[in-house]
Nanobody, 125 residues
Framework: DVQLQASGGGLVQAGGSLRLSCIAS????????IGWFRRAPGKLREGVAC????????YYADSVKGRFTISSDNANNTVYLHMNNLKPEDTAVYYC??????????????????WGQGTQVTVSS
């Protein structure tokens, strides 16, 4: 059973930083592409960043490039999202998702098959 547990959200002022963690279990960590997604009120879920299982490039949405960094700790089956210079428009519920087939490309991200529960990030102005 694929399980993804996101944590690390909270309330932060604009310009601040947070680090989200996604702990994965139930599958071979290195076989899956793992991404961070977010859903803001009234908006569709958006792929924010993705780290590929083997080949391919790390993906970042244009809205977060230069501010967010995705990284993985393979020894602990954990993927992190380091978020710097946060803006009020980054306010959303953040989820991690995983898939062994669909890669870290904008059109493939919505097709990811496994999702964890979200963690709320609120950025005040």
């Amino acid at each position: 059973d694929v399980q993804l547990q996101a944590s690390g959200g909270g309330l932060v002022q604009a310009g601040g930083s947070l680090r989200l963690s996604c702990i994965a279990s139930g599958f071979t960590f290195g076989d899956y592409n793992i991404g961070w997604f977010r859903r803001a009120p009234g908006k569709l879920r958006e792929g924010v960043a993705c780290i590929p299982n083997r080949d391919g490039s790390t993906y970042y949405a244009d809205s977060v490039k230069g501010r967010f960094t995705i990284s993985s700790d393979n020894a602990n089956n954990t993927v992190y999202l380091h978020m710097n210079n946060l803006k009020p428009e980054d306010t959303a519920v953040y989820y991690c998702g995983a898939d062994p087939i669909f890669g870290c490309r904008p059109l493939a991200l919505p097709l990811f098959g496994s999702w964890g529960q979200g963690t709320q990030v609120t950025v005040s102005s």
